[in-house]
């Protein structure tokens, strides 16, 4: 049930039933914004949208009459991303699901993720997939993961923007740049993209840990 | 020859800062800017500054300049010794323009005419320690260029502008999304009692010293979205006070938020001031 919650003089807080609403909510307000907004944030279970007026009033009534869109996805083209699946933690994660380490690579590559939403750092994406992945983070995170790394941890998968400490488990790396001060947008994870992971391993480096 | 001036000390932090980077949360990109916006408005504009012009943001003073050539300029916030407050002034080539420690607050804007000529990222000059965007903050050796966006001089001599108080602050409070996370003795704790300004407080949060709130009930909260001013309760029960570097989200319980007319407020908060929030009503 949707509920909306007090966030101080300019900002109200939408929270929704799961993730999916979530998306879909974020949809309908991208598609059509109220008057004066100025940030949509969705989150695990909720969307936050601050305005650049304090008539909150109205903004509630509109927060109160919009309904997720069913195709939760913001246009443009689906996201490939190349990723060389030598990652630390692959062997513990084929551990934790019971399955090889090919099937890992196998059913991340088969999934089509869409950005859920962003957080941690500049352009850090929660990509969340069509089935239900379940991994827990790390015991002891590591404080140094390198960019580009791509892990796994919850039901989320996501792409390291940037060298950080951090808990999730490292299935391998990619060398897209995914929040590049360059371009515009600067961060190519935006909520709503599609993503699909492409395995490059067997034209990587012969080094690679797998094989 | 283009404006410029070089930097002979920055005290204990100085960063350049305007009116920070809006619209990008969705992306992970805080807002940052200036913590005390009334202030670095207004040393913008009594120098004729467009009013996203980036200034410098001194934190404790300590700030010295050495003019490379005739500067107007511009210093409002925090009152520092050896510097007018709140007028319009000219630094002469050759001159050294150095603030002393601030009578009361923490944070004094010094906007020179043209604004400061730094690239922008992402829409914005602003210094932001949290996700490390924008300018590296100021250093020692450092020569910083003005631009030319400037309208006409306000023709203002001073602004009567009142100092950031020194005793006790009272900042108002309106309940937050997880007020339900707490217990009534948990909010009349946070709306009764003192608490003290820590010294392990930043551009990022304002941390307090006080009595631990009681919660109502346990359990993690899923991350959800934080403005500015939201006052995050994590498990210790004591306050953090989200200032302009805050993250745009945030895994802790937000019990209240303070209301907007007292943010600037929050953002002269100095370590060991005393404060309280007082629950707005109307």
Request: net charge negative.
């Amino acid at each position: 049930m949707m509920r909306v919650l007090p966030c101080g003089s300019s900002a109200l807080l939408v929270e929704l039933g799961d993730l999916d609403e979530v998306l879909g909510y974020y949809a309908a307000l991208r598609a059509d914004p109220p008057a004066g907004v100025v940030d949509i944030v969705p989150a695990g279970r909720t969307v936050m949208v601050t305005v650049d007026h304090t008539d909150l009033a109205a903004l509630e009534r509109i927060l109160l009459s919009t309904t997720p869109l069913v195709d939760r996805r913001i246009g443009g083209d689906l996201v490939e991303i190349p990723v060389v699946y030598d990652g630390e933690d692959l062997a513990d994660v084929a551990e934790l699901l019971s399955c090889s380490i090919e099937e890992v690579v196998q059913r991340h590559t088969a999934e089509e993720w869409t950005v859920a939403f962003c957080g941690f750092a500049p352009g850090f994406g929660y990509l969340t997939g069509e089935s239900s992945w379940d991994i827990p983070r790390r015991s002891s995170p590591r404080t140094k993961v390198p960019a580009g790394s791509v892990a796994l941890a919850g039901e989320f998968s996501g792409v390291y923007p940037r060298e950080s400490p951090g808990g999730w488990q490292l299935l391998g790396r990619t060398d897209v740049n995914v929040f590049d001060l360059d371009q515009d947008p600067a961060a190519l994870l935006s909520p709503g993209r599609r993503i699909r992971f492409v395995d490059a391993t067997s034209s990587a480096a012969p080094n690679g840990r797998r094989g | 020859m283009t404006a410029r001036f070089e930097v002979l000390a920055t005290g204990p932090l100085t960063t350049i800062q305007d009116s920070g980077r809006p619209g990008q949360a969705a992306l992970g990109i805080g807002r940052s800017g200036a913590c005390d916006r009334t202030s670095y408005q207004l040393a913008n504009r009594l120098v004729g500054n467009h009013p996203d012009a980036a200034a410098l943001e001194v934190t404790f003073g300590g700030l010295s300049v050495l003019a490379e050539a005739d500067l107007v300029y511009a210093v409002a916030g925090a009152p520092c010794s050896n510097v007018a407050l709140n007028a319009p002034a000219l630094l002469r080539k050759g001159e050294v323009l150095q603030l002393g420690p601030p009578r009361t607050g923490l944070r004094t804007y010094v906007a020179f005419r043209g604004g400061l000529d730094v690239d922008p990222v992402l829409g914005s000059r602003s210094t932001d320690l949290l996700s490390g965007l924008g300018p590296a903050p100021v250093a020692v050796g450092d020569v910083l260029a003005l631009g030319k966006d400037h309208g006409p001089m306000p023709g203002v001599d001073l602004a009567p502008v009142a100092d950031p108080p020194g005793g006790e602050v009272v900042v108002q409070v309106l309940p937050g999304p997880r007020r339900d996370w707490f217990t009534d003795a948990g909010w009349q704790s946070l709306t009764g009692q003192s608490y003290t300004v820590s010294s392990n407080s930043n551009r990022v949060g304002v941390r307090f010293e006080g009595q631990p709130l009681e919660r109502a009930r346990d359990g993690e909260l899923v991350s959800e979205g934080m403005e500015l001013g939201a006052l995050q309760i994590p498990p210790s029960g004591l306050p953090v006070l989200f200032l302009a570097d805050h993250p745009v989200t945030g895994g802790y319980p937000v019990i209240g938020y303070v209301a907007a007319p007292d943010l600037d407020l929050c953002g002269q908060l100095r370590p060991g001031q005393s404060l309280r929030f007082r629950e707005r009503t109307r």
